[in-house]
């Protein structure tokens, strides 16, 4: 029986082989693997920096290094707040104009936390505005206009409307000397609150 082999009877390569490497061969041919080639490897470069790129996009930001020096900090203090419901009490039995103890029981610290390395004060603007309310009390009583009762509830409901905003702005401290004694104080000029933009609110109110 008669056996066949790869290659022909007289030891060359089939027709059909040799005419592909010579097509291989060809200095076009290997040009035009040669691009193919790079261009798949800048194809699959570029998809794979687009995909990092989304990734990092879905990623939460690093967090910013800050110094606390100056102006070098945070607008809010660093802390999540959670949402929760409070409701507007009338409140009588609590916070009248003449209770001076259950109203400085408003101001924890003095309102001062100490951030950053070298633990510096700020005042929490949500005390800041606590303690207005309670210098609108103490000026009311002292200069004893009347409408006691209606100023009484205003402070009550003011007083539970800025416990609700929870307003977390850093405010700049002033470092200052009264009678010999170093005392800190902020003024919360200048600083920049996060807020809901309340003229919107008004030309709402307006168009009813």
């Known amino acids: 029986m008669q056996s066949y082999s790869t290659w022909s009877a007289h030891g060359q390569r089939p027709g059909w082989l040799r005419n592909s490497l010579v097509k291989l ?10 691009l193919a080639a790079i261009f798949t490897t800048f ?13 990092n996009g879905l990623l939460p930001p690093a967090p910013k290094e800050y110094t606390y020096i100056g102006s070098d900090h945070p607008a809010q203090l660093p ?11 009338h409140g009588d039995e609590h916070f009248s104009l003449w209770d001076d ?10 309102g001062f936390t100490d951030l950053g390395p070298a633990q510096q004060p700020y005042l929490l603007s949500m005390v800041h505005q606590m303690h207005c309310l309670d210098v609108f009390r103490v000026g009311f009583l002292r200069n004893r206009t009347g409408a006691a009762y209606h100023v009484e509830h ?6 539970q409307i800025v416990l609700c905003n929870a307003d977390t702005t850093l405010e700049e401290s002033l470092v200052g000397e009264i009678n010999g004694k ?8 200048g600083m920049v609150h996060r807020c809901r933009d309340w003229t919107k609110v008004r030309q709402a109110v307006s168009a009813r």
Not at 43 to 55: G, R, S
Request: charged share 15%.
């Open 154 to 159: 205003c402070l009550r409901f003011m007083r």
């Open 182 to 189: 170093k005392e800190t104080g902020a003024s919360g000029v």
């Open 101 to 110: 103890d259950e109203w400085g029981t408003l101001f924890p610290s003095e």
């Open 43 to 55: 194809l699959n470069i570029a998809v794979t920096f687009h995909n990092v790129q989304l990734l």
């Open 25 to 34: 061969s060809s200095p076009l041919a290997v040009y035009a693997c040669l």
């Open 79 to 89: 802390f999540d707040v959670p949402a929760v419901g409070l409701v507007i009490e």
